[in-house]
Nanobody, 121 residues
Framework: QVQLVESGGGPVQAGGSLRLSCAAS????????MGWYRQAPGKQRELVAT???????NYSDSVKGRFTISRDNAKNTVYLQMNSLKPEDTAVYYC???????????????WGQGTQVTVSS
């Protein structure tokens, strides 16, 4: 199995910064894309940012210029630096990875348990 453990969430005032981390562990052969998604109360889960194994990034329009995703392939870890936070960024943030558990087995998506980010005005 593959486990994703997130850390770094918490309360912050508007305009502040937080850095989320997510480490993947377990039976991993290789990891393709890693990313962050979020879900606010009463809303569907939405993409925040993704990064491929080669470092290509993709951001939702709502976070472009404020959030930066990065990863350390040697540590199977993905980060999300969040700056200029707004109250509308309040949500549970979920880490995701698409990984091969072993050679010859199709890759699958795995999710972390989520970490709460609360931005107060």
């Amino acid at each position: 199995q593959v486990q994703l453990v997130e850390s770094g969430g918490g309360p912050v005032q508007a305009g502040g910064s937080l850095r989320l981390s997510c480490a993947a562990s377990g039976s991993i052969f290789s990891i393709n894309a890693m990313g962050w998604y979020r879900q606010a109360p009463g809303k569907q889960r939405e993409l925040v940012a993704t990064i491929t194994s080669g470092g290509t990034t993709n951001y939702s329009d709502s976070v472009k210029g404020r959030f930066t995703i990065s990863r350390d392939n040697a540590k199977n870890t993905v980060y999300l630096q969040m700056n200029s936070l707004k109250p509308e960024d309040t949500a549970v943030y979920y880490c995701n990875c698409n990984a091969f558990r072993r050679l010859g087995v199709p890759a699958a998506d795995y999710w972390g348990q989520g970490t709460q980010v609360t931005v107060s005005s």
